[in-house]
């Protein structure tokens, strides 16, 4: 017999997070733990709820998951329809069916193997903050920044760029940017061009989503390749799927888990894109380092070649203490390290 129990956790973050849409200083999320009674197991996983973003943003979200603890034994996660829900409850019981020990998928990462080659991740703020934190990336190793865009003057934002340029060429520093929806359908394709003096890798949705017909415009124009992100929250299903791919021909998605309906329909979202030679990365989604571990474990199973957006681990003074730890721009996973969940159950 099975039992569930959660419970909430706010992570504060270190700094304001501030993206073109809202500025963050605590991040809501919520702790799963499903135990087996016989065998005196347990599994945990994280229901990482984003407010303002998550196609599940509701006031109902902690009664909804109280309401799927009470129904463990009878739950079916495929039935989940909540992206963030389905991905805390997928993590915590494979979790369980592995023996407990945070194992998730069985990957060489989550046994010390090769790191995960990962970005380093500037967040928006004042002109010389950003700079700042571009000079920190740097200096830690990373040769892929990904650069929030959209918060301060245009302008400003290409005297960072120019910066940047004029010491690494896109040989030595791959650099993507993120507009999380910031440009306007009508000047897009204008800040685009003026983006890509600077060898851009990739721009991640640089309008808001659901205007598709704009979005196949930029993404046929673009001088630079375009990431698709916010544009897949809620498009889960498979007629879904396809109908965005066919409509918008993105050159890249970004998918998260906890956003884009967990793992079992990213597996999804991975296979209708390599279909159409459409390639991809993963990105966590402000998850503590419950949630990192299960994304870096699945990521690992599928042989990444491209670095991945997951270092998010030191975002918070009160993440889950873990054997996840960044070096030399790699997420590395410590076999002598330990979990520490007392602050949650």
Request: glycine fraction near 8%; charged fraction near 25%.
């Amino acid at each position: 017999m099975l039992t569930a129990r959660y419970c909430r956790h706010d992570l504060k973050f270190n700094f304001t997070a501030i993206t073109s849409r809202q500025s963050m200083t605590v991040k809501e999320t919520y702790f799963i733990k499903i135990s087996d009674t016989e065998t005196g197991l347990s599994g945990v996983g994280e229901c990482a709820v984003f407010r303002g973003l998550g196609a599940d943003d509701t006031p109902l979200y902690e009664a909804i998951v109280a309401g799927f603890c009470r129904t463990i034994n009878k739950l079916n996660v495929d039935d989940i329809k909540e992206s963030s829900i389905r991905f805390g409850f997928e993590t915590a019981i494979r979790d369980l069916n592995n023996g407990g020990r945070h194992l998730i998928f069985d990957s060489p990462w989550a046994t010390g193997a090769a790191p995960i080659s990962i970005n380093g991740l500037v967040w928006m703020g004042d002109f010389d903050t950003m700079l700042s934190r571009i000079n920190e990336k740097i200096a830690a190793g990373f040769r892929c920044i990904k650069i929030k865009i959209g918060g301060i003057d245009f302008d400003k934002e290409l005297e960072l760029l120019k910066y940047i340029r004029e010491s690494f060429g896109p040989e030595t520093l791959e650099l993507r940017l993120d507009a999380n929806g910031s440009m306007s359908t009508g000047d897009a394709l204008h800040k685009i061009e003026r983006l890509a003096r600077y060898d851009i890798h990739s721009l991640e949705q640089p309008i808001k989503a659901n205007q598709w017909q704009s979005m196949r415009d930029i993404t046929r124009n673009s001088p630079i390749d375009i990431a698709l992100d916010e544009e897949l929250i809620g498009n889960l299903d498979y007629d879904h799927r396809c109908y965005l791919f066919d409509a918008t021909m993105p050159r890249y998605i970004i998918l998260k888990p906890s956003l884009h309906g967990g793992f079992s329909t990213c597996d999804g979202w991975i296979n209708d894109a390599t279909e159409r030679e459409i390639g991809w990365w993963a990105t966590s989604a402000l998850e503590s380092n419950i949630g990192l571990n299960a994304i870096a474990q699945w990521v690992s199973t599928k042989n990444p070649t491209m670095p991945q957006g997951l270092g998010t681990g030191a975002l918070y003074s009160n993440n889950i203490p873990s054997p996840l730890y960044v070096k030399d721009a790699g997420l590395q996973y410590d076999v002598n390290g330990h979990w520490d969940e007392s602050q949650l159950f």
